[in-house]
């Protein structure tokens, strides 16, 4: 079988340059070694789409003019879940687009566990006391018997789900779809989430940022929460109105948030959201494991390698219509 004309590009500045070294990328796809190009700079990106079938992206790159620049690229694989950007210029109708969906799925059940246990046992309340040095006791109970609300049922939702189901919580699902879910107690789709919120103790937002997710938890649907509930986002900041929710922890509307998924990142240091009161801000690592994600990652796509040279259908394949 002819070898097939792979460029792996890593972008310097990406989080995960230091994952996708060429070493580790060559001893992890043998069969496209003889095939395989490997690029960090602008030059080697234009000279790797000019005969590229495949292209592997580790972090941001300019794909404009992709038909003039790249004329037998069929498949892109993107090295993380969120592919918006790459969807803003739209790709050429021949050329699949893959993501790293289910990578993040033990370190995603776990953040999200962690988020949620933080918010009930009043983490980000004493962490706001302690900036002060003020002794607040604010004991609280376990969160068995409690409601989350997953907004979003993909890999990171279900992960949330399966380790929230598990500490005895009562969850409810929200999807586009609304398919059952064996971790969930009730399932949602679309709109029908915000029935849900008055009911719920932490809205877990788990959901990729499309046109139609994106600002879809705004002030309406916080004032819905009641005051006691927390907010968890690790999905997309753009999803959540951050202004509307530190707005609510200053005044005491919501008890507290964890954020792994901010509306700028980086966060700038005068940012309000560094003081916002009872709100605990991670800069989106939570869901990054350094040791395993890589490997994991490209085991998939040396999976997804071997079935694009054998004509079958890939794995992890994004829909540009709905956007993941």
């Not at 000019?50 to 292209?55: C, G, K, Q, S």
């Not at 003019?65 to 090295?79: H, K, Q």
């Not at 915000?194 to 997710?213: K, N």
């Amino acid at each position: 079988m002819r070898p097939t004309r792979l460029h792996v590009q890593v972008n310097p500045a990406s989080s995960l340059a230091e994952a996708f070294t060429e070493a580790r990328l060559r001893a992890a796809l043998p069969e496209a070694e003889a095939a395989l190009s490997f690029g960090t700079t602008p030059d080697a990106l234009e000279a790797g789409l000019a005969e590229a079938e495949v292209l592997l992206l580790a972090g941001h790159a300019p794909l404009h003019d992709l038909p003039r620049r790249a004329p037998r690229l069929r498949w892109i694989g993107y090295t993380s879940a969120g592919v918006e950007w790459l969807l803003k210029p739209a790709l050429p109708p021949q050329v699949a687009l893959t993501n790293a969906s289910g990578t993040h799925i033990p370190k995603a059940a776990e953040y999200a566990l962690l988020a949620v246990l933080m918010l009930n046992n009043q983490i980000p309340f004493f962490a706001t006391a302690a900036r002060t040095g003020r002794w607040a006791p604010k004991p609280a109970g376990t969160v068995a018997g409690r409601t989350a609300l997953i907004l979003g049922m993909g890999a990171l939702g279900g992960a949330a789900a399966g380790a929230l189901t598990r500490q005895g919580m009562h969850v409810i699902g929200n999807s586009h779809s609304g398919r059952p879910h064996p971790d969930v107690a009730l399932m949602t789709r679309g709109d029908g989430f915000r029935a849900h919120l008055p009911e719920t103790d932490v809205l877990v937002i788990a959901l990729p940022l499309t046109p139609a997710t994106e600002g879809l938890v705004g002030a309406a649907e916080l004032d819905l929460l009641p005051r006691h509930a927390g907010v968890v986002n690790i999905g997309r900041g753009e999803i959540l109105d951050a202004e509307a929710l530190a707005d609510r922890l200053d005044d005491g509307r919501l008890a507290g948030a964890v954020l792994d998924a901010l509306p700028v990142e980086p966060l700038p240091p005068d940012h309000r959201l560094w003081t916002t009161p009872n709100l605990f801000v991670t800069p989106h690592c939570g869901l990054y494991d350094p040791a395993e994600y890589a490997p994991r990652c490209l085991e998939a796509f040396r999976a997804n390698l071997l079935r694009f040279r054998a004509g079958e259908p890939l794995h992890q394949l994004v829909d540009p219509g709905r956007g993941y």
